[in-house]
Nanobody, 115 residues
Framework: QVRLVESGGGLVQAGGSLKLSCVAF????????MAWYRQAPGQEREFAAT???????NYADPVKGRFTISRDNAKNTVNLQMNSLKPEDTAIYYC?????????WGQGTQVTVSS
């Protein structure tokens, strides 16, 4: 069983930065495709960024150029550095891992950007 635990959310002013982290417990993290998703109030959960086991990255258009996803396989951790935050980035951010026989989600961390 794989468990994902996010941290790093909080309240920040527009234009500020936050760094989210997600630690994986169990499984073989280095083989997992990892991603960050987000869900704003009243909205569907949407893709934000992904990173392959080899470190290739992809971003949703709304976050491209502002967010950076990275991974540290030695620490079983995937990070999301968020810069130039906007009020529309306010959401619960979820970590997702895909590998082996399953798809795994964290419990989410709240990010609130004030104007």
């Amino acid at each position: 069983q794989v468990r994902l635990v996010e941290s790093g959310g909080g309240l920040v002013q527009a234009g500020g930065s936050l760094k989210l982290s997600c630690v994986a417990f169990g499984g073989t993290f280095s083989l997992y495709h990892m991603a960050w998703y987000r869900q704003a109030p009243g909205q569907e959960r949407e893709f934000a960024a992904t990173i392959t086991p080899n470190g290739f990255t992809n971003y949703a258009d709304p976050v491209k150029g502002r967010f950076t996803i990275s991974r540290d396989n030695a620490k079983n951790t995937v990070n999301l550095q968020m810069n130039s935050l906007k009020p529309e980035d306010t959401a619960i951010y979820y970590c997702r891992g895909v590998g082996g026989s399953g798809v795994y989600w964290g419990q989410g961390t709240q990010v609130t950007v004030s104007s």
